[in-house]
């Protein structure tokens, strides 16, 4: 069966490095997501990408954030100065079509010191 | 602003007890509702999707419902086993392009044997 895979399954940095965390969406899907999850809090939307361009954004996803589509089969999401509050797991996800189920990946635990 | 709220916040039953989890959103402007499952330390595995037209959605001892004019959807689980223990979250998607999903804090469920 199908499935999204996010790599690494854990990524350790120190506070003001850059991170790349990175996803292979199921192949026939469409849209691209970003979410993320501190320990013990909600699920949150960071992202939304369609037709090589953000659909829509969270006030979270700020200029520290990107994502890129490089090729046919990676999303990437990019934190340019880590900080200590963005540790946490990151969840990509993808869907068919936007009103279609989203499937998740494992998710990456960002951990900043 | 969508708000996305669970009840109870942790269950703990006897194997076998049919249980029932709750979800309210408080805009009923939405385009489906999904009800995940995640395991500790884990990604989130997709149960059930309800577009905003249906009432309700079936898989296997799992059946969600939805009444979108009042913002409650619930999640019946028939027989539950101790394999059904997790924490099961409800997302609303936003009747927008984005389709960004919005998350309940989750219901903890512990099925004893």
């Known amino acids: 069966e199908p499935e999204v895979t996010q790599t690494p399954s854990h990524q350790v940095t120190q506070m003001g490095q850059e991170v790349i965390l990175r996803c292979v969406p199921i192949s026939n899907h469409l849209y691209f997501y970003w979410y993320r999850q501190i320990l013990g809090q909600k699920v949150e939307f960071l992202v939304s990408f369609y037709n090589n361009e953000i659909s829509e954004k969270s006030e979270i996803f700020d200029d520290q954030f990107s994502v890129e589509r490089p090729d046919g089969s990676n999303f990437t999401l990019k934190i340019r100065s880590t900080k200590l509050e963005d540790s946490a797991m990151y969840f990509c996800?993808?869907?068919?079509?936007?009103?279609?189920?989203?499937?998740f990946g494992p998710g990456t635990r960002l951990t900043v010191l | 602003k969508q708000e996305v709220t669970q009840i109870p916040a942790a269950l703990s039953v006897p194997e076998g007890e049919n249980l029932v989890l709750n979800c309210s959103f408080t805009d009923s402007a939405i385009y489906n509702l999904q009800w995940f499952r995640q395991d500790p330390g884990k990604g989130l595995t997709s149960l059930l999707l309800i577009q905003s037209s249906q009432r309700e959605q079936t898989s296997g001892r799992l059946n969600a419902s939805l009444d979108k004019s009042s913002g409650r959807s619930t999640l019946y689980i028939a027989a539950s086993q101790p394999g059904d223990s997790a924490t099961y979250l409800c997302?609303?998607?936003?009747?927008?392009?984005?389709?960004?999903?919005?998350f309940g804090g989750g219901t903890r469920l512990m099925v004893k044997p």
């Open positions: 997302a609303v998607a936003r009747n927008n392009a984005g389709n960004m999903l919005t």
């Open positions: 996800a993808s869907s068919e079509q936007g009103i279609n189920e989203q499937f």
